[in-house]
């Protein structure tokens, strides 16, 4: 079983194209490749840990989505899933090791000492305390989390060697 890490797919929401200037014509073409690469990635057998914002649309609409894709998803939910239960739910963070995982960046005074956040919500933005993961930061894709915590320790050595410039 691997583990992945993901935020703010926004299926079914049309609005977020143009919002976020993502590169899909309709919403439609947006959904199919980011299903058909999320199962590129995940396997059945996989975990999913998506931070939020899943889907926009009915009750009915989000379990179609929801069972297209593969892997068990733990979803932490987002300021759009209002009626998502086929889900396993965490209302606002979890966390694996030094790992803070939420939908909203948390503020760094709130994240326990020598822990990151790991995070979506601010879609194409660079996060000022965490790592953001929303789709669009990640090619609208799930990132395993083991290419994560290689990312994170790259980014802290390229602040140590950057120490006293």
């Known amino acids: 079983m691997k583990i992945f890490i993901t935020a703010d797919h926004h299926f079914h929401h049309k609005n977020i194209i143009e919002y976020c200037n993502r590169s899909f014509k309709t919403v439609e073409e947006m959904d199919n490749v980011t299903i058909e690469k999320w ?21 009915e609409q989000v379990k179609e989505t929801k069972e297209k894709l593969n892997g068990t998803i733990i979803l932490i939910k987002g300021n759009h899933d209002k009626a998502h239960k086929d889900f396993i739910i965490v209302n606002d963070s979890l966390r694996i090791g030094n790992l803070v995982f939420s939908h909203r960046p948390i503020p760094k005074k709130e994240i326990p000492k020598g822990c990151i956040n790991v995070h979506g919500h601010i879609h194409e933005k660079e996060s000022l305390e965490g790592i953001n993961v929303s789709v669009e930061k990640t090619d609208y894709e799930p990132i395993l989390l083991e290419e994560l915590e290689k ?15």
Do not use: C
């Not at 590129?40 to 998506?50: P, S």
């Not at 320790?153 to 060697?161: F, G, H, I, P, V």
């Open 39 to 59: 199962n590129k990635k995940v396997g059945r057998d996989d975990l999913v840990i998506h931070l939020g914002d899943f889907a926009l649309g009915t009750k």
């Open 151 to 165: 990312k994170i320790n790259e980014r802290a050595s390229m602040k140590k060697d950057f120490k006293g410039f």
